[in-house]
């Protein structure tokens, strides 16, 4: 090989590395400030960071930036801050660009992203909302119409969620997630305010297949009465409780939410190629290939091999009992969604994957970097001491590059609340105090006020 | 005997770098926006949502249609010019589209006054009502709630109808049909005057 050649193939080596340092942003370093003030409690300086973040000074304002890929995560971690400190309209505002923005990124099936991801860094390509996100973000923004007393707006998001059942259903292995239960129950309690009870009826349908809400047997039986289906199960549910009575006359309804504590969030992590390699040895098709055997002989030779890798760690639950206090009575919360339990079996189940795809990752650096040297050594002369030193540190320049520029998706939504809690309680028209007492000594209150024309009021906490 | 081929490590290197540059010129997302088959509506959306081009196509279709109909040409020597109502039309989509149905309301209302057959109940005396009777919040497409309002506002017709849609994904696709349906009501009787469906599609598709 001549000189111009071998200057060649450093200039592409080096333009390889050099390519590669802007990949990857690290999303837990750029939110750090923001999840220090969400664990410290501070709503408002975690609000201001993610406003930092997205390159505005107000959360009245939305980002411009329409390029960046990390916006659609960012306006969801604001819409749920928004939404713990009352401002439910500008959260129902976030959650909407968030949701557009997502179902864009959603649909788009890069096999470049994946092709990224296995070489150069996990954090490469769109984010991909997990299921128990995506019902989520719907979730909480009906939360936020139902807040508002915007039925309207509530139904909206009920038929996001229709949509969403209905191609997990069609169109995804996944069994349906359990978070789909809590948004059944609000889409239920939002055609039964509407006043439409078959479809009322079948949103509770769903949501009691997916765990128990305290109350809804009484509601599911005073619907049949008002419009009996010919549904067994609904019917079963009604006969164990043949006394429930629709609201009276002057009765009005409150419908507490608590969201509790921080949900469990994605953490860079070095991990050695050992335990990378038992958690993706979970693959069977990984086992038996060539690229699992190079693996493991890197391990045997003993070489101090790390792998860049996501791991999901802290989350916590603010409380484990509360009694929401309505004037002088005071009625148990009960937790309806475990949503820091779903983050970790969604992550157990693709950790696997994560883990191969590190794996993958350190391979190809090793082979790069061995390729670039033997490239450049076998441009010189037989013995040229200069060239194999050119191609050495050309070589781990490379190598250098490709380890920095891997970075593990940390990319999670990190606001998201750990736990839901649910409180309903029937209550006669007038001003009400509504007080939130929790185990660990926490409180919140706010105060409803039930008329003729508007008997019902939801009422929105989050606890940290 | 001969040795297995070893592939060569320029080879290797630069196919790294072509891939390199490959994935960074792939990184942006490959979808569209597009409405549907309709050679009119070729200006590009911003998403699936109901937006004001779709109003003002489906507006148009339906008011068309309604201004040339048996029902108005019966109206064109009725003296004194009978009133209409023109009621909130119910939003039954997967999109915010609130401010748009409002936006509506005051299209319809501007139509009925430049046509001059109709005579529309002024829009502030109509949301007095409609607060009075609580009717605000989606009810307001019950007929016979509509019909109550009707009388109230002292109208011998009333306009209202509903957006609504069929909403479908797909793995790499999301489409959504917008369906603009609208009647004419005649208080008195209860008689369903006229009434007209015209329909967009939008969809999220791969380029």
């Known amino acids: 090989m001549s000189a111009c050649s071998r200057w060649l193939v450093s200039v592409a080596s080096l333009c390889l590395a050099a390519s590669l340092m802007g990949c990857g942003p690290n999303y837990a370093a750029k939110v750090e400030h923001m999840r220090v003030n969400i664990d410290r409690g501070d709503l408002n300086g975690a609000i201001s960071d993610v406003n ?376 006669p028209h007038g001003k009400h105090k509504i007080v939130l007492q929790t185990n660990r000594g926490g409180s919140a209150q706010v105060e409803v006020n039930l008329r003729p024309q508007q008997p019902w009021a939801v009422v929105v906490l989050r606890s940290l | 005997l001969t040795s297995p081929r070893r592939r060569s490590p320029t080879l290797t290197l630069l196919s790294l770098c072509v891939l390199t540059l490959l994935i960074a010129a792939c990184q942006t997302t490959g979808y569209t926006i597009n409405r549907g088959d309709d050679p009119t509506l070729d200006e590009p959306a911003m998403s699936t949502a109901f937006d004001r081009r779709d109003l003002e196509h489906l507006f148009q279709k339906n008011m068309t249609n309604l201004m040339s109909s048996r029902f108005m040409n019966s109206m064109n020597s009725v003296n004194p010019r009978p009133t209409v109502a023109i009621l909130p039309f119910l939003n039954d989509t997967s999109e915010h589209i609130g401010p748009s149905l409002q936006a509506l309301l005051s299209k319809i209302e501007t139509s009925f006054v430049n046509d001059g057959r109709l005579v529309p109940v002024a829009s502030e005396r109509r949301d007095a009502v409609l607060a009075e009777l609580n009717l605000q919040q989606g009810g307001a497409f019950d007929p016979v709630r509509a019909a109550q309002t009707g009388r109230q506002l002292g109208a011998h017709y009333f306009i209202t109808g509903k957006v609504y849609d069929v909403a479908e994904r797909t793995s790499d696709m999301r489409r959504v049909q917008y369906f603009l349906f609208m009647q004419v009501i005649n208080v008195e009787t209860g008689v369903i005057e006229w009434q007209q469906e015209s329909a967009v599609t939008k969809a999220l598709v791969p380029l």
């Open chain 1, 52 to 427: 930092g973040a997205l390159g505005v000074d107000l959360a009245a304002q939305m980002p411009s930036d329409d390029q960046d890929q990390l916006i659609p995560l960012l306006l969801l971690e604001r819409a749920a801050l928004l939404q713990a400190t009352q401002q439910f309209s500008l959260s129902a505002r976030d959650f909407q660009a968030a949701d557009a923005r997502i179902e864009v990124l959603d649909l788009s099936e890069s096999s470049a992203d994946d092709i990224a991801q296995y070489l150069f860094s996990d954090a490469m390509g769109d984010y991909k909302t997990p299921p128990y996100e995506k019902l989520l973000l719907n979730t909480m923004n009906m939360l936020n119409y139902l807040a508002l007393a915007d039925l309207s707006g509530a139904k909206v998001e009920a038929r996001r969620v229709e949509v969403l059942e209905r191609y997990f259903k069609d169109y995804t292995s996944d069994k349906p997630d359990v978070a789909l239960g809590l948004a059944a129950y609000l889409s239920g309690f939002v055609y039964e305010k509407m006043g439409q009870p078959d479809d009322a009826l079948r949103w509770y349908d769903t949501a009691t297949r997916f765990g128990s809400f305290p109350g809804i047997g009484d509601v599911i039986s005073y619907l049949m009465q008002q419009r009996p289906l010919s549904n067994d199960r609904l019917q079963a549910i009604a006969a164990q409780h043949p006394n429930a009575l629709p609201l009276s006359e002057g009765e009005g309804e409150v419908l507490v939410v608590i969201a509790s504590g921080v949900a469990p969030r994605r953490e860079a992590k070095r991990v050695p190629i050992g335990l990378a390699l038992t958690l993706a040895a979970r693959d069977n098709t990984w086992r038996r290939s060539d690229r699992y055997k190079r693996a493991q002989r890197l391990e045997a030779e003993g070489l101090f091999k790390w792998v860049n890798y996501p791991a999901l760690e802290g989350g916590f639950h603010s409380f484990t009992s509360a009694q929401v206090l309505v004037g002088e009575r005071s009625v148990p919360a009960a937790m309806v969604l475990d949503v820091g339990a779903q983050a970790i079996r969604y992550f157990d189940s693709i950790e696997g994957k994560l883990a191969l795809a590190s794996i993958t990752r350190l391979l190809t650096r090793s082979v790069a970097s061995a390729a670039t040297e033997a490239a450049i050594k076998g441009s010189g002369k037989r013995g040229d001491s200069g060239t194999a030193l050119v191609g050495f540190l050309v070589g781990k320049a490379v190598e250098g590059a490709m380890t920095v520029a891997d970075t593990p998706d940390t990319r999670s939504w990190n606001s998201l609340p750990s736990a839901f809690w649910i409180v309903r309680v029937r209550v």
